[in-house]
């Protein structure tokens, strides 16, 4: 296995090969519209993007032919969840409609909108993660809904959506930074009554790294949507380096990669996760390629991307490339009573291939493709 990579240099396309093994692999992705497709298809669309090979829009619209009616009505979708990772797929419809003009895409869009509109909100104004997670933000959500809004400002000219898209990213920073390390913690209840939150400050107890890795993804798509002029964009990068400060300091130096729970790497039971250091990666290139982090650090960025060639992809004896040790799943609380204790965090399963560690993968490599051509 090792010496099929040993064919190819780091700057090789390592997007393509992901993606076409990816697609050969799943070539049905689900059956309900859900937000792990539409990590993994957002990379695939970048692919497209950037090639303009049309087998990568029809893996696309195929995904999403199954669930979006003509009248603009998506299968399987319930409005009155108001479940913010049902946002995260409606991403992939902006392009369809550029690419094919089809009214019902753009229906689509609406529809999501108004669970937005309508999404249960904390006494700040921050989205409810869910209905049945009352009174709670995660980092997840701010990636599964916060770019969506952003662009939907963006293409209908609604600009009062770019502050309400804005605040929630403030309101979620606010509440969750650890002012010691820089890092943040998965999650706020602002009620405080959850099992997993502090008494005091709401906040769930550890910084898992794929949360993290959601929130800091959210900042630099945001930024392609919020306009130059508006008053929460200097912020926002102000928050984005700030973290990109502290996510460095946690780089693990044998690896350069990062692991399940930050700032627990010498623990037992803790392990690099695939997600998180692609996530990591993924921000670190887009952020230097748009100006929004020096450049000094493009020595981590393309160490954490040697990183995760070497110790995290493997290559089949078909010449298929997988992404190995990916947490499966993580969350706060619900039936599970998942109470967000390190020992929580390291039990879930670890796994090859999943959606969500593919997609950051794709997008990771992408932006260090794209870097490499920059720099």
């Known amino acids: 296995m090792e010496n099929q990579k040993d064919q ?33 298809l957002k990379g695939i669309e970048q692919i497209w993007l950037e090639t303009g090979q049309k087998k990568y829009f029809e893996y696309i619209q195929r995904y999403v032919e199954q669930f979006v009616k003509p009248d603009g009505n998506i299968l399987t979708y319930n409005i009155l969840e108001h479940n913010l990772n049902n946002i995260n797929s409606g991403k992939l419809l902006f392009g369809l409609y550029q690419e094919t003009g089809d009214e019902k895409y753009q229906q689509a869009i609406h529809l999501l909108m108004e669970q937005l509109k309508t ?13 049945i997670y009352p009174y709670q933000m995660w980092l997840d959500g701010i990636y599964m809904a916060v770019p969506f809004y952003a662009q939907y400002a963006d293409h209908f000219n609604k600009t009062s959506g770019f502050g309400d898209a804005a605040q929630q990213i403030l309101l979620i920073e606010r509440h ?114 748009k100006g929004y982090i020096e450049p000094k650090y493009i020595e981590a960025a393309k160490r954490g991307y040697t990183g995760i060639i070497q110790h995290l992809v493997d290559v089949d004896d078909q010449g298929k ?55």
């Open 8 to 40: 190819f240099s780091e700057d090789n396309e390592w997007s393509m090969r992901m993606a076409d093994s990816f697609m050969n692999r799943w070539l049905i992705l689900s059956d309900v519209w859900s937000y792990e497709p539409g990590v993994v």
């Open 176 to 289: 969750t930074r650890d002012p010691q390390t820089g890092l943040y913690y998965h999650a706020w209840d602002e009620s405080k009554i959850q099992n997993w939150a502090d008494p005091l400050t709401g906040r769930s107890p550890n910084f898992w790294g794929r949360a993290m890795g959601w929130y800091a993804m959210a900042l630099v798509d945001v930024l392609d949507f919020l306009p130059a002029s508006h008053t929460a964009r200097d912020r926002i990068v102000t928050i984005f380096e700030r973290m990109i400060h502290a996510l460095v300091q946690f780089q693990d130096t044998g690896t350069g990669l990062w692991f399940q729970v930050l700032d627990r790497g010498g623990c037992e039971g803790n392990y690099i996760e695939a997600s998180a250091s692609c996530m990591f990666v993924y921000v670190l290139a887009k952020g230097i390629r």
């Open 119 to 131: 999404q249960p909100r904390t006494s700040e104004g921050g989205f409810w993660h869910k209905k």
């Open 321 to 375: 490339v997988n992404l190995t040790r990916i947490c499966q799943v993580a969350g706060l609380g619900g039936e599970q009573q998942r109470d967000g204790s390190y020992e929580y965090y390291i039990s879930e399963p670890v796994v090859t291939n999943d959606p969500k560690g593919v997609g950051a993968f794709l997008l990771t490599s992408i932006e260090i493709e794209r870097l490499n051509k920059q720099t």
